[in-house]
């Protein structure tokens, strides 16, 4: 039953019927408030709406409730802890709406949690995400990287970027930068 429901709602979200992909997961989600996929699902949905079709009405209201997308993302997190899909969604919708502190500390619970498992890949997670933060802090600062915010989030960013390359840690990167 689950695997209809997510076929047909990623079905919805291949035609681009956002809308009816968070209708078809809120559905999934009354029936079964205890599965993580239907709280992502709907929140994946959602931001393509809103990176397609903007999130604000003819009033200047927002359409979907930031917060709402935050909270199916963070309930998805808790309910499957071990889940780097789940972890790096948070934190990238988290850069998305600008709550650039709280994204990264899930993108150290992500490198947290690629440590503890070997069979757990976070690279290409972490790099997409490094790459998002820097984006952030760019249009945030109008790409002046002396500001503070840049300055106390392009070293994450960076250190990021490096284990998305799969480096054990930024030291290790170090050592192939310095010239001997």
């Given amino acids: 039953m689950t695997d209809d429901i997510v076929t047909t709602a990623a079905q919805q979200i291949t035609q681009g019927d956002y809308m009816g992909a968070m209708s078809t997961f809120e559905a999934h989600i009354s029936d079964n408030p205890d599965d993580p996929s239907g709280y992502h699902g709907?929140?994946?949905?959602?931001?393509?709406?809103?990176?397609?079709?903007?999130?604000?009405?003819?009033?200047?209201?927002?359409?979907i409730n930031e917060g709402q997308v935050q909270s199916y993302l963070r309930r998805a997190c808790s309910l499957a802890p071990d889940n780097a899909d789940y972890r790096a969604a948070y934190a990238?919708?988290?850069?998305?709406?600008?709550?650039?502190?709280?994204?990264?500390?899930?993108?150290?619970?992500?490198?947290?949690?690629g440590s503890a498992s070997e069979e757990v890949d976070i690279s290409f997670h972490l790099y997409e995400?490094?790459?998002?933060?820097?984006?952030?802090?760019?249009?945030?600062?109008?790409f002046d990287r002396s500001a503070p915010i840049?300055?106390?989030?392009?070293?994450?960013?960076?250190?990021?970027?490096?284990?998305?390359?799969?480096?054990?840690?930024?030291?290790?990167?170090?050592?192939?930068?310095?010239?001997?």
């Fill in 42 to 63: 709907w929140a994946e949905a959602a931001l393509f709406e809103i990176q397609e079709n903007g999130n604000l009405d003819e009033k200047g209201n927002d359409r």
């Fill in 92 to 113: 990238n919708a988290l850069i998305e709406f600008d709550r650039i502190p709280m994204a990264v500390r899930e993108l150290r619970k992500l490198v947290d949690l």
């Fill in 129 to 142: 995400a490094a790459r998002l933060l820097i984006e952030s802090i760019d249009v945030k600062t109008n």
């Fill in 150 to 180: 840049a300055r106390q989030f392009i070293k994450d960013a960076v250190e990021f970027s490096l284990l998305g390359l799969g480096f054990q840690s930024a030291d290790e990167a170090m050592e192939y930068l310095i010239e001997d």
